[in-house]
């Protein structure tokens, strides 16, 4: 007889040998998880017995960096970003806390004068553009205005330069 047969036959000891199958699987992932859980405690003990046996350090360099971003002001989908990073070595007996704190706080200083350079120029540039495109739009409404103006002298000569 073929399992399949033999399944429809018997169905409550089909269900007796899936319980023991889930049963026994269950032991043994438990059985896994408790062995990961022992080794992961295990390794987290080591870890923090090597962190605490090295609690004084000795700070001798301080990289700071500082950044900004912030949306063009004339161009729709574009962002500027200033940043800038500073180093400084600390001298035996210098506080670590205070001097990130004021490398910190140059840098942000820095950050936003170069922000606020940035927006004056960007504001300069915009302006220049629009006064050249104005430019060219009245030296071309000149030049049509001194054609229209010959045009109309060369059709009534009596019209000379000085009769208007």
């Known amino acids: ?4 047969r033999w399944a429809l036959a018997n169905p409550a000891k089909v269900r007796q040998s899936n319980q ?3 049963r026994n699987y269950r032991t043994r992932y438990n059985a896994a998880a408790k062995i990961r859980m022992q080794r992961y405690r295990a390794r987290k003990k080591k870890t923090a017995a ?12 301080i990289v700071v960096t500082a950044a900004r971003t912030f949306n063009h002001p004339f161009e729709s989908y574009s962002n500027l970003r200033p940043e800038v990073t500073l180093k400084a070595s600390l001298d035996d007996g210098e506080d670590a806390g205070a001097a990130v704190k004021s490398l910190q706080h140059k840098a942000e200083g820095i950050v936003e004068d170069h922000k606020q350079a940035m927006l004056h120029s960007l504001q300069e ?7 050249r495109a104005e430019v060219q739009g009245l030296t071309a ?3 049509k205005a001194e054609a229209r103006l010959k045009e109309i002298r060369d059709q009534h ?3 000379a330069l000085g009769d208007v």
Request: a positive charge.
């Open 1 to 4: 007889m073929n399992k399949r």
């Open 20 to 22: 023991a199958y889930r």
């Open 50 to 61: 090597a962190t605490t046996t090295n609690t004084r350090m000795k700070i001798t360099e």
């Open 125 to 131: 540039l915009h302006d220049l553009g629009e006064r």
């Open 141 to 143: 409404q000149l030049e």
């Open 157 to 159: 000569p009596q019209l």
